[in-house]
């Protein structure tokens, strides 16, 4: 089993910030596709940003502006840097390493916005 591990979930105030992390074994980052997802209560699993294989990012339009997908090949890790956050943010953020058909998903970490 591929461990994929977040961390930097919290509380956090309308228009504030937070850094996301998922870190996962090397032969993993360096091979698959390494993106973010989110999901809310009562609503499905949607795309927040994600590095393509062959190069580049996707972001969705509600990521655009505020949020910026990183990553550190020393560390094995993806980042998500959130900014101007607002309540509709709230939601489970799950890491995701996707390889064609294949897809490891971390545990996933709570972001709450709220004042």
């Known amino acids: 089993q591929v461990q994929v591990v977040e961390s930097g979930g919290g509380l956090v105030q309308p228009g504030g910030s937070l850094r996301l992390s998922c870190a996962v074994p090397?032969?993993?980052?360096?091979?698959?596709?390494m993106g973010w997802y989110r999901q809310a209560p009562g609503k499905q699993r949607e795309l927040v940003a994600t590095f393509l294989r062959g190069g580049g990012t996707v972001y969705a339009d509600f990521a655009k502006g505020r949020f910026i997908i990183s990553r550190d090949n020393a560390k094995n890790t993806v980042y998500l840097q959130m900014s101007s956050l607002k309540p509709e943010d709230t939601a489970v953020y799950y890491c995701?390493?996707?390889?064609?058909?294949?897809?490891?998903w971390g545990q996933g970490t709570q972001v709450t916005v709220s004042s």
């Open positions: 995701n390493a996707n390889y064609g058909i294949l897809n490891y």
């Open positions: 090397g032969n993993i980052f360096s091979r698959y596709a």
